[in-house]
């Protein structure tokens, strides 16, 4: 029983939480980095965005394809041209001076193409918007403008690897509902003085009524590939667990008992599950003729994790009670576990099995805003072959005398204390065990304000499970400003779901094929105030595709 319960307490003590992700993005923005995920990071969050490389799968004859060659052709994107000119300074002034007239309402780009710097705006897949463009700049004094028809967008907002890998990531994430830096600063190592009434009642009004609620994640990341559109990622571990430490427990440590006054120190709970996934996804741009004329691309994707459990535990103290006369004392308690391991036994855990799936779309409405939507982990669950419950029940008398000899002679009466102490454990095999796997609801949106300047949302919803049933749903909103393309940086925050609040800010640096990711966070406040901690970092390797890719 006591490598059980302890089992139970480390782990959960250290690896609790809700399910971590290793993206520092998400982190850096509070969760709301989800429709611009891209490359092996659209594993596990949305299989649609792995369709943003290649060409998109023709589903019915578009009309652009219509217009373009009568065939079936791949979608055209059209855009104005202004100028065509070996000088660049002159093509650059050309470029502010439409910036001064216009903003930056169109996509626009200065691209090189036989020795000419050329300058182009907008972005369409409806050839008739882009002959309206031309025919107003050409009204405004640019006699030179004129269509040009491309098969791929003029600006590529997120350029696609080819590959990508992440060679080594992990995400660390500590929170409660309870203690921050300033109680620990102010009271915990403030020099207060508890014999005071008025300083304990302070002291102890930082923890809820009811419930002191604790979780700590961790997860980390190797083997996560992407080859084109297929994506693959082997080594994954998480692990999802709560526990819950009832008020009263607290209460009684600092407070102590009064005579004939019982306390019922009972439903202390604990819940934590294991699992390394392996999860394989396969995403493409569709190209449908329904949707020619209400979005620019549209994406869609699936994937299958397989569920490997390495842990399944739960703990709930189903009778702690103290009982006090004026010259007695009892406590009387009864412990149950329920896992995959059985303590008596030298035989290695039992592992478990399960499969989920992840489905998600994503659109491209214009150059400037994109949207997606993911079911993930949908129908998980996991079996497991055979559980252990291990029941404890234990309890002691002491009348007064016993208590005034142990304070006297502890050493010597630590013999006759484990006399009065009685102890029974009881462990069976409970059978087979299903696990339902928390699955994810998530909607997103992203705009782009300018072209170093994008804006990113999120709402993030947990659906029925075993481990995340009360977690409300969450809103997070994003910035990702990136003045250069070697060191974009992001920020966020985000309402509701397990932290209510929850703050983020992180940066990429970008140095060839090597990309280091950092994001950094605080829950239930901000700075001293804050309740919880996040941090996750990796190192990812992308190269470039050996041909053109969109």
């Not at 092996?40 to 369709?51: F, M, Q, R, S």
């Not at 297929?230 to 009263?248: C, Q, R, W």
Request: glycine share 10%; hydrophobic share 40%; charged share 20%.
């Amino acid at each position: 029983m006591r490598l059980a319960f302890s089992s139970v307490l480390v782990a959960g003590v250290l690896l609790a939480g809700e399910l971590p992700g290793t993206n520092p993005a998400r982190t850096a923005t509070a969760g709301a980095y989800f429709t611009r995920v891209k490359g092996n990071h659209a594993l596990g969050i949305n299989p649609a965005n792995l369709g943003y490389y290649g060409k998109p799968l023709m589903l019915g004859r578009t009309e652009e394809a219509i217009i373009s060659d009568g065939a079936g052709a791949a979608q055209d994107y059209y855009s104005v041209q202004l100028i065509a000119s070996p000088d660049n300074k002159l093509v650059k002034s050309t470029k502010q001076v439409f910036h001064r007239q216009f903003g930056t309402a169109f996509p626009s780009a200065i691209i090189m193409v036989d020795s000419l710097y050329k300058f182009r705006v907008g972005d369409f897949t409806d050839q008739k918007k882009a002959e309206i463009l031309r025919d107003s700049l050409v009204a405004y004094g640019y006699s030179d403008a004129w269509i040009v028809r491309e098969d791929h967008p003029l600006v590529e907002l997120d350029p696609v690897p080819y590959f990508s890998m992440t060679l080594a990531g992990i995400s660390l994430n500590a929170r409660n509902n309870a203690i921050h830096p300033n109680w620990i600063n102010q009271q915990l190592f403030g020099g207060l003085d508890l014999r005071d009434p008025g300083k304990k009642d302070e002291f102890l009004s930082v923890f809820p009524s009811h419930v002191w609620n604790m979780n700590f994640m961790a997860a980390m990341t190797s083997l996560s590939f992407t080859v084109g559109n297929f994506g693959m990622s082997i080594v994954e571990p998480k692990v999802v667990s709560t526990m819950n430490l009832p008020t009263a427990v607290i209460d009684v440590l600092f407070r102590g008992v009064k005579f004939d006054q019982p306390r019922d120190l009972s439903n202390i709970k604990m819940d934590l599950l294991g699992v390394a996934p392996v999860a394989v996804a396969y995403g493409r741009q569709l190209a449908l003729p329904q949707l020619t004329k209400m979005v620019d691309r549209f994406f869609a994707g699936a994937g299958v994790n397989i569920l490997l459990g390495l842990a399944d535990m739960h703990l709930v103290s189903e009778q702690l009670d103290i009982r006090t006369t004026p010259d007695s004392i009892m406590i009387e308690g009864r412990t149950r576990v329920v896992a995959n391991d059985d303590p008596e036994s030298s035989r290695s855990p039992v592992l478990g099995g399960g499969l989920s799936l992840d489905l998600g779309i994503a659109m491209d409405i214009n150059p400037a805003l994109s949207a997606s939507l993911a079911l993930k982990d949908l129908f998980g669950r996991i079996t497991w072959p055979d559980r252990c419950t291990t029941v404890n029940e234990f309890s002691i008398h002491l009348s007064g005398e016993d208590i005034e000899d142990i304070a006297e002679d502890y050493s010597n009466q630590l013999d006759s204390l484990k006399q009065r102490f009685s102890e029974s454990d009881t462990s069976y095999a409970s059978g087979t065990g299903r696990t339902v796997y928390p699955s994810q609801f998530i909607l997103g949106a992203s705009y782009r304000v300018l072209p170093e300047l994008t804006i990113d949302a999120s709402l993030i919803h947990y659906l029925n499970n075993d481990y995340l049933e009360d977690a409300t749903p969450q809103l997070s909103l994003g910035i990702e400003y990136a003045p250069a393309s070697v060191f974009p940086m992001y920020a966020g925050i985000g309402l509701g779901g397990m932290d209510g609040f929850k703050w983020g800010a992180g940066f990429a640096l970008n140095l060839g094929a090597f990309q280091w990711n950092l994001g950094f966070g605080q829950n239930g406040g901000v700075l001293n105030a804050a309740r919880g901690v996040s941090i996750s970092t990796e190192f990812r390797l992308l190269l470039g595709p050996p041909g053109p890719a969109r």
